[in-house]
């Protein structure tokens, strides 16, 4: 992968991957073999009307580099089986679509899958890392199990966004009550509280995140490496909520340079 703005050619098509309308991914495929693929996971609280299209631009920058993009959609809130559970099992099923795609002939690497989500889709990236029994959310076993995932100014305690009504009381809706009520949920949902994920994070916030405060950030990363997770932490000074949306800031470089390290292929000499 290269760390410079490239224009490698690939070409992009929608794939459906259920029944419903929203979901669908948007699939960028580079003219490479096997390229390594990002799943893409946008945010806005889990909510209609915000959807995949924010990540477009990041998407196509991902692609021009060499990377295949999953830019994924999702059932969110507002809409027909947006919520608790659905919402979650369209994540996992939509990511577990990329073995359908393969075999299907699509040529990915599915060894070198990252799953990276901005804010709420953040809390679903880190979310989808701990592919196990623990996550409450019936399914069927995972086909696709990311080596990697990413948090940009993600959500990443549930409880304490409940406690501040972060999106206008969007975990409760989410999760259809309090942390009271529905603790079992809570315990299913919340990334912090389903550590160790077991897969290598990358999490990167803003100081001057105006939506999500930092501390969360900073508390998580420390949870998860307390409890044995390899986690990369990234504090950006000047860094706001939307600048991971933007290919050219910095909070998408610091992305990017995460990436081509990690999705290298196993006997590519070591990164100096």
Not at 30 to 44: N, S, T
Request: charged letters at 20%.
């Amino acid at each position: 992968m290269n760390l410079q703005r490239t224009q490698i050619a690939y070409t992009m098509r929608t794939v459906e991957y259920g029944t419903s309308e929203s979901q669908v991914g948007d699939l960028y495929v580079p003219r490479a073999p096997r390229p390594p693929v990002v799943c893409l996971l946008h945010g806005g609280f889990w909510r209609m009307p915000y959807n995949r299209n924010e990540l477009e631009p990041v998407a196509r920058d991902l692609a021009a580099r060499g990377f295949a993009v999953w830019n994924l959609e999702y059932r969110r809130l507002g809409e027909p089986g947006g919520g608790w559970p659905e919402t979650f099992q369209d994540v996992s099923t939509g990511i577990d679509h990329l073995a359908t795609l393969v075999a299907d002939g699509t040529e990915l690497d599915l060894d070198r899958v990252t799953v990276v989500g901005h804010s709420a889709g953040g809390h679903l990236a880190l979310w989808s890392g701990a592919r196990n029994s623990r996550q409450g959310v019936p399914r069927r076993p995972a086909r696709v199990h990311p080596a990697a995932v990413a948090g940009l100014a993600a959500i990443v305690d549930l409880e304490r966004n409940f406690a501040l009504s972060a999106g206008n009381s969007a975990v409760g809706e989410l999760l259809q009550g309090s942390p009271e009520k529905q603790p079992e949920r809570y315990a299913a949902a919340s990334p912090i509280a389903l550590l160790p994920l077991g897969a290598r994070q990358l999490i990167v916030h803003g100081a001057a995140d105006e939506a999500l405060p930092v501390e969360m950030a900073r508390d998580y990363v420390r949870a998860a490496r307390v409890a044995g997770d390899s986690v990369q932490y990234c504090e950006l000074a000047r860094a706001g909520h939307m600048d991971f949306l933007d290919p050219s800031s910095e909070a998408h470089a610091t992305l990017c340079r995460w990436l081509c390290w990690l999705c290298e292929p196993a006997d590519a000499p070591a990164h100096p």
